[in-house]
């Protein structure tokens, strides 16, 4: 249980200040723990007259954790993650990146031992931030730059394609796109997203523009035109580790091109 100057909470309270740390507002937090925002609120509330300290800001961004509230929420990841069973490794990747992780775990990992998700980037990184996870392999290189935890190391590269349909964009729910929409900003073009998409295909015969994967796509066997030239979009495949074992060692040594096996 975490303890803050003598103070125990209890795992509620705890829970509920590593909720808001991970999804960043407290609606999202409630609904990570299937609470309501009020039972949060008065959970966090209690955290602080306990402590008699604030833990939290409030501005126009909403409620967030101030430097006590995330040593409280880090002191429960590191909790959770001294409780949860390492007796086989933890790794994930996005449907994007299946393959890479896959040929890696069949270098290293010939009894299947090793646990294995695929899910989004913003919740394998939640699961890596909470001890959950050793390593993946990142759509977004954004996740890996703004990450405290872990180290990473650059496995890959790929480039954005540009489906200009004008200022209303969809988002797939897997990539790299918000370099995409960093470049837009970079030249000072209107854009706005309005929706997610994930399908691919429902993306692609959307109304709206969009940035996409040049890979994906070409793994599809499709090749829309990019009204950006690509070579203007290029970004790294980032993997996210913790270091220290012989499985993420080996995982990092398949994970480099020039040792992959295509």
């Known amino acids: 249980m975490v303890q803050v100057d003598g103070h125990q909470l209890t795992q509620r309270q705890a829970e509920a200040v590593l909720a808001l740390y991970l999804k960043g507002t407290q609606r999202a937090a409630a609904r990570s723990l299937g609470i309501s925002a009020p039972v949060l609120n008065r959970h966090l509330r209690q955290v602080e007259s306990k402590l008699m300290l604030p833990i939290m800001d409030c501005g126009p961004r909403g409620t967030t954790l101030n430097q006590l509230g995330e040593g409280i929420a880090k002191e429960q990841m590191a909790l959770q993650g001294r409780s949860r069973e390492r007796e086989r490794s933890a790794v994930a990747c996005t449907p994007l990146s299946e393959e890479m992780l896959m040929q890696a775990l069949n270098s290293i990992d010939p009894k299947g031992e090793s646990d294995v998700i695929i899910s989004e980037d913003r919740r394998n990184v939640a699961d890596f931030r909470a001890g959950m996870l050793d390593l993946i392999i990142l759509d977004d290189p954004l996740y890996a730059y703004e990450s405290e935890d872990g180290s990473w190391e650059e ?58 994967s040049e890979a994906l796509v070409a793994k599809k066997g499709q090749r829309p035109r990019s009204d950006t030239d690509p070579s203007l979009l290029p970004y790294s495949i980032l993997c996210l580790y913790r270091d220290g074992t012989p499985f993420v060692e080996g995982m990092l040594k398949a994970l480099r091109p020039a040792d992959r096996i295509v």
């Open 155 to 212: 496995v890959g590269s790929d480039r954005l394609l540009h489906v200009r349909r004008g200022p209303e964009y969809a988002l797939y729910r897997f990539g790299a796109q918000r370099l995409g929409y960093r470049y837009l900003e970079s030249i000072g073009e209107e854009h706005r997203v309005v929706r997610t998409y994930s399908s691919l295909t429902s993306l692609m015969r959307s109304k709206y523009s969009y940035f996409i």
